[in-house]
């Protein structure tokens, strides 16, 4: 991975104006705050850049990835995250079958020992009902707990594997990494979950965004950004998908 900025940057453009930045990060590289290694803020600011991130993707995590240039576009587009009226979809790669083709995840996480992200439930009290995963209230543990909802579609699967665009209604640290692993379906390659050592990268991908830019005309910004061809490497045998084909999936927002 090449970290010169300027070709990272390059490489990696989606859109860009006078207040923002979208790039479509590789997996393997921090947004900020890497403690040990370089990342995207780091990266601009030793080039001259200054950049704030408008929101945060895992390391392990490829795809979209929004900053802003200015502070006024940065608080006005954080704002949006913080009510939870930016909308988001991801694709993520599950070594597992028999997922419904729409579900969802309504599981409360909490922060447990070692400060790690987990459901505020025991393992054994979650149900499915239709196509929900959920607990009870009373299964509930005591403390501090998040409501956390994810929605999904099926995109394509195999003998042995599922994609899925999946929804994040919250955006909780680790939300969709833990909902579908304490769920039986834990993400490919995931470093927290998936212990097999078998796979270069986690299939975890940030694809779409949408939220409003007040400067732009139509203030609507709506970016995408398509995981490149090594998330489709996952098995045995590649999987031939569209993208287009998600129109498809009335769970994943954008495409009215």
Same mark, same amino acid.
């Given at each position: 991975m090449d970290t010169s900025w300027p070709e990272l940057r390059k490489q990696c453009l989606i859109d860009e104006d006078e207040n923002i930045l979208a790039l479509n990060k590789p997996a393997g590289i921090s947004v900020? =705050? *890497?403690r040990h290694d370089t990342d995207i803020v780091e990266l601009a600011a030793a %080039?001259?850049?200054t950049l704030? !991130?408008? /929101?945060?993707?895992?390391? #392990?995590?490829?795809? &979209? #990835?929004? @900053? %802003?240039? *200015? @502070? !006024?576009? /940065? =608080? *006005?587009?954080?704002?949006?995250f913080n009510k939870r009226t930016a909308a988001k979809a991801y694709l993520a790669v599950v070594e597992s079958a028999g997922l419904p083709a729409r579900g969802v995840i309504d599981l409360p996480l909490s922060v447990g020992r070692k400060n790690r992200v987990r459901i505020a439930a025991p393992r054994e009290s979650?149900?499915?009902? =239709?196509?929900?995963? &959920?607990? *009870?209230?009373?299964?509930?543990? %005591? =403390?501090k707990n998040y409501p956390s909802i994810t929605e999904f579609a099926t995109v394509a699967a195999t003998d042995t594997h599922t994609v899925l665009a999946l929804r994040p209604i919250t955006g909780r640290r680790h939300q969709i990494r833990v909902h579908l692993a304490w769920i039986g379906h834990a993400i490919v390659g995931d470093p927290?979950?998936?212990r097999s050592g078998t796979h270069d990268r986690t299939y975890l991908h940030s694809w779409r965004l949408g939220l409003d830019a007040a400067w732009r005309t139509p203030p609507r910004l709506e970016l995408k950004a398509d995981p490149g061809v090594d998330f489709w490497q996952f098995g045995e045998t590649p999987v031939t998908f569209d993208p287009d084909e998600l129109s498809k999936f009335a769970a994943v927002p954008f495409l009215d």
């Open positions: 900020t =705050g *890497e %080039a001259g850049e704030y !991130p408008v /929101h945060r993707i895992d390391k #392990v995590t490829s795809g &979209l #990835v929004l @900053l %802003a240039k *200015e @502070l !006024p576009a /940065h =608080g *006005e587009l954080t704002r949006q979650i149900r499915r009902d =239709g196509d929900t995963w &959920l607990v *009870e209230a009373s299964d509930v543990l %005591a =403390g927290l979950f998936d």
